[in-house]
């Protein structure tokens, strides 16, 4: 497939959704600047959505993608989420704070959701892609009719393979690298994390799906390098992070612009599942030998969310999900539409 | 620093060095192939060590690299290595063998062996590569006055620094995905995990020192990849594996062969360091919770050593130190020269 073509792109390139970082006018900018612009749908509900999706819709007439997160339904295991709270107790108690008194299920997966299926399908997007798995075969059917390119994130070759056999247009190999929510179908499977290089060269071979590699790249010479395993195009997140269109806050920007930057962990401790974020103080408390389970995602987010905002509140930046991949020393603070002009100029000068 | 250039490749490839596995016939294959062969002296004595080499150099002109670990002494915690023991027992048992009674350090680190220098400055090899960390001023003062380039290996920036300060000619980024034991300086230090991709782009960015890409590299797609980095070679092992010239056992083959190359981990269970292997029974065992804490390198090894061997005799062959990059399903058995010309093929078509 050509994805770029068929897009009418200018350059091999997706702005990563960034749940919670990306917003309209990034989007925006993104598709106005030649490149596909993402609005990240898997953490707000269906009228905000539509809100952000006509606030898009009112700044660029191109193509763009909406973001959807797959995940299963949380469990909820109250013994075990009470356990977590009194584990972060003392931690919201040196802001002088306390943890929610239970945890709440603070989104809804697209798994099933009527609602947000009759959103996308009303906003007929270029792209539809999804996170964490994979929607039922009648919510694909609808989206496909809708004409919609349909982009599945994977980690591995097994989850490529269910993407192929429920009816994914293109693969997003999201490497070990990659910031944010790593993409696992099961977070509690097995996780082989497979670096950007050997899984999009791994998936290019398998050859049953075009490629989209996501993961550690943040300059035309990544895209090319990308391109040149096989990929028909990338996925970059971490280097929109610093655009002034995003809705990164102070202390994530500085973090990001600081030799902090050097040190991305994943950890579960602050949504429930894996995500790639600068080490902080609250990765370093996910690291810490005597805590008890993690609940489910979103779930834990309930908490991990409430704990940044007591930190915040008494000028504490480092408890944020502030997410980034391994590529974050390279980040380029500027406006969107300079920096895709940059990586297509990068990119074009790799080819003399 | 044109590395090809002053070495006199015919392409950017160095056959990575892997202590066990590669062999002088290996090596002299992939040198007289235009590719850069690579004999491991990290985990054999100096006499071996001539031996080697000369038997290299009596199968090739041209030149190549001897490879040295270049570790701290391992502390001898006997308490530590006899509950390590214990708990191998029951593993030992199932071949009907016992552990060794006491755990040795089976070879000695390059740093501060003389009689190892004396071996590599008699040899005056074109290329000295340096794994675990650094020698001392003295000895590389000599490598370089006997007119060796000298490369380190590097899993981070903080190690490229050290290098460069050293007097390093050359960093390999060894990524994640890498096979084999990963070269960090510090074992217990924390580890950033920085897949290929981003560690050698990041350090093309630094720009301080000329960065040769290694991890997950499986053909000319890969090469291409890393040179588009701003690497000025690639160093592949796992590639190497299979070809008839290494050392690796039919049970190994036979592993890298099937689907099971899917899957690689890193343990410590099986030397004492972190390596990347395929996953096996070892890899399993290494990774039960009740686990006591595990003794240091090269004397974990002994007893890592000793399962295989009493496995092995049993018929059992998943106890291996069978090392495997991410890369591992792309593997072609082949003869070596055949490999480097099929590379070198794959890697002129990337640029038409």
């Not at 945890?103 to 996170?131: C, K, N």
Request: proline letters at 7%; hydrophobic letters at 50%.
């Amino acid at each position: 497939m050509d994805f770029v073509a068929r897009l009418g792109l200018s350059i091999p390139l997706i702005q990563a959704p960034m749940a919670g970082t990306s917003t309209p006018a990034l989007a925006a900018e993104v598709c106005n600047a030649g490149a596909l612009g993402s609005l990240a749908l898997g953490a707000i509900g269906p009228e905000e959505a539509r809100r952000q999706i006509a606030d898009l819709r009112g700044q660029t007439d191109r193509p763009f993608n909406l973001n959807l997160f797959v995940h299963e339904a949380p469990r909820t295991d109250l013994a075990r989420e009470q356990a977590w709270l009194d584990a972060l107790a003392p931690a919201f108690a040196a802001f002088g704070a306390s943890p929610p008194p239970a945890l709440e299920t603070i989104y809804q997966s697209f798994a099933g959701s009527a609602e947000m299926l009759d959103v996308v399908l009303e906003a007929r997007p270029a792209v539809v892609s999804f996170h964490f798995g994979l929607p039922d075969s009648r919510a694909i059917a609808a989206l496909k009719a809708a004409g919609c390119l349909l982009l599945g994130s994977v980690t591995s070759l097994a989850e490529a393979e269910l993407s192929l056999a429920a009816g994914i247009d293109v693969v997003v190999a999201q490497g070990w690298e990659a910031g944010g929510h790593r993409g696992l179908f099961d977070p509690d499977a097995a996780d082989d994390r497979l670096g950007t290089l050997a899984l999009t060269r791994l998936l290019a071979r398998w050859g049953k799906l075009p490629v989209i590699a996501a993961g550690g790249i943040m300059d035309g010479a990544g895209i090319r390098a990308a391109l040149d395993l096989g990929a028909v195009a990338t996925q970059l997140g971490t280097a929109f992070v610093a655009c002034p269109e995003s809705s990164a806050d102070a202390g994530y920007r500085a973090l990001l612009a600081s030799d902090a930057a050097l040190h991305t962990t994943m950890t579960r401790a602050i949504s429930g599942r894996p995500a790639r974020c600068l080490a902080n103080r609250f990765t370093q408390l996910g690291e810490r030998a005597d805590l008890p389970p993690v609940p489910d995602y979103p779930r834990t987010y309930h908490a991990g969310k409430a704990l940044n905002a007591a930190a915040k509140a008494q000028g504490e930046p480092l408890y944020g999900a502030q997410w980034a991949g391994q590529g974050a020393p390279l980040s380029r603070p500027m406006a969107a539409a300079e920096l895709v002009a940059l990586l297509a100029a990068e990119l074009a000068l790799t080819r003399p």
